[in-house]
């Protein structure tokens, strides 16, 4: 029931969007029980967020409600190049849609051509993250995350007045600023309104339409339910697998106690959005990171070389791998697991155990990245709701 009323949603938002500023509102939909103000255009707010199962309620700031001309205006500014100095890059130039808004670069190049030292992440299902956002959490709350790539020098390296004057010289900008957020004078159009429209835009950005999902049989997909295949359902088996749990007698070969849910999840997210050192590189002591990530954040030496654990959701569409693309592949990935853990004083307890790794057969890494794939979401990069509007 939730998930039909959630899908409802998404689509009056897409009818909505896709009709323009311009036109007025009329989602051709029972509206009756749905949190929607037609006076302010408000479609949903906390705490009324639609739950869609397994997942955790949406937590929306109280002074950034999401609107239909909010998240329009925020999908125009994620595609307009206008927030970059030269009006060659927009967000859209490393995040694209159909690799789930990641980018296939392992570090991410900016308007003057300098390559950063961190790969673009993927964005989706951000608005049930409440833990800090980039690699190492270095932005407490989307709002202040969507200021930091307009001046960032390897990024779109433009400044935020530049981008105000912009948009108040724009009669299109303009209108659609008055319009989301009620403005009178074109000079209250700041980059704190156009933050507030790219997260509301963002906070849309829900992928729950995979293989997976539709093989847990969550309505509406309890009729024409995908089953996984054998290979898929073993691989899926071993990624819950644990050292001495319960699943430990799950039919599958001796070997592969992954314990990848331990911080990947099982449903849902597929992360625990919390920050942890996965065994990627060696160090003898915590000066050793060469990338402090969390550590630079909390400036708790015990945290360098702690990284954002990501969403395993739209993994076969996101690489190359890891905070700084070091793994091409997939198969990479899964051999660094099972034969490459470092050590280091924080790896992660469920990693440290297994060190140098947890000596997987080639037909378990075979099968668990089947099931991975099982979790791509074509609805969600497909949906048009989240497609360029110009
Ligand atoms: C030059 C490429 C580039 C551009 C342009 C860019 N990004 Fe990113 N984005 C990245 C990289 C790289 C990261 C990871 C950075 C890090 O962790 O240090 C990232 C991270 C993010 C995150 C964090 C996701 C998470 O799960 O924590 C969000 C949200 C985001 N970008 C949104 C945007 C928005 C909105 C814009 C436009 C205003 C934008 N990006 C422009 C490359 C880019
Ligand atoms: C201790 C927690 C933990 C465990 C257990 C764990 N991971 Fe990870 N995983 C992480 C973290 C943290 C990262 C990001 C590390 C970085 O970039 O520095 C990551 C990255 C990944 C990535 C790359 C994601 C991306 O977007 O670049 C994949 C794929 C992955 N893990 C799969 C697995 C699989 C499969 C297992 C089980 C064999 C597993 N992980 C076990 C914490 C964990």
Same mark, same amino acid.
């Given at each position: ?19 323009? +500023? *311009?036109? *007025? ?27 869609? +199962? ?6 929306? +700031? ?11 205006? #925020? ?5 307009? +190049?206008?927030?970059?100095? @030269? ?8 995040? !694209?849609?159909?690799?789930?808004? &990641? ?16 790969? &673009? ?43 105000? =004057? ?30 507030? =429209? ?20 969550? %309505? ?25 749990? =319960? &699943? @430990?007698? %799950?039919?599958?070969?001796? $070997? ?7 911080? !990947? ?15 990627? @590189? ?12 969390? $550590? ?5 030496? &015990? ?15 996101? #690489?190359?791998?890891?905070? @700084? ?41 075979? =099968? ?23």
């Amino acid at each position: 029931m939730k998930k039909l009323f959630f899908i409802s949603i998404l689509s009056t938002l897409l009818l909505i969007t896709a009709c323009g +500023p *311009d036109e *007025d509102l009329d989602p051709g939909y029972d509206l009756t029980g749905i949190n929607y103000n037609p006076k302010t255009h408000v479609i949903f707010s906390d705490p009324d967020f639609p739950t869609v +199962p397994n997942f955790p309620i949406m937590e929306i +700031p109280s002074d950034n409600p999401l609107t239909v001309e909010g998240v329009y205006l #925020g999908r125009m500014l994620f595609y307009d +190049p206008i927030l970059s100095a @030269d009006s060659t890059q927009s967000c859209s130039s490393c995040h !694209h849609q159909e690799n789930a808004f &990641a980018e296939p670069l392992s570090v991410s190049v900016g308007i003057d051509g300098i390559a950063g030292t961190r790969n &673009a992440m993927p964005l989706f299902n951000l608005g049930y993250n409440p833990n800090g956002f980039f690699w190492d959490g270095r932005s407490a709350s989307l709002e202040v995350q969507a200021l930091e790539p307009v001046e960032n020098p390897i990024e779109l390296h433009e400044n935020w007045d530049n981008v105000q =004057a912009k948009f108040r010289r724009s009669p299109m900008y303009r209108e659609q600023f008055r319009k989301a957020f009620g403005i009178e004078n074109s000079n209250e159009i700041d980059k704190e309104l156009a933050a507030k =429209a790219l997260s509301q835009f963002m906070r849309t950005m829900v992928s729950w339409r995979s293989k997976f999902d539709k093989a847990l049989g969550n %309505a509406p997909y309890s009729g024409l339910r995908p089953v996984l295949t054998e290979q898929e359902d073993t691989g899926r088996q071993l990624f819950i697998r644990e050292l001495g749990g =319960a &699943a @430990d007698t %799950a039919p599958v070969s001796n $070997g592969g106690n992954a314990e990848c849910q331990h911080c !990947h999840q099982t449903s849902g997210l597929f992360t625990n959005n919390s920050y942890r050192n996965n065994g990627l @590189d060696f160090a003898n002591n915590f000066d050793d990171f060469v990338d402090k990530g969390f $550590g630079m954040v909390t400036g708790i030496s &015990a945290d360098n070389g702690k990284f954002r654990t990501p969403s395993l959701r739209n993994i076969e569409l996101t #690489g190359p791998y890891m905070h @700084d693309g070091r793994f091409e592949t997939l198969e990479e990935v899964l051999r660094f697991y099972s034969e490459h853990i470092k050590s280091s004083p924080n790896i992660d307890s469920n990693l440290g155990n297994k060190i140098p790794g947890v000596g997987f057969s080639d037909a378990q890494i075979q =099968a668990i990245i089947a099931f991975l794939k099982t979790l791509t979401d074509d609805d969600f990069i497909n949906d048009p709701q989240f497609s360029n509007p110009f």
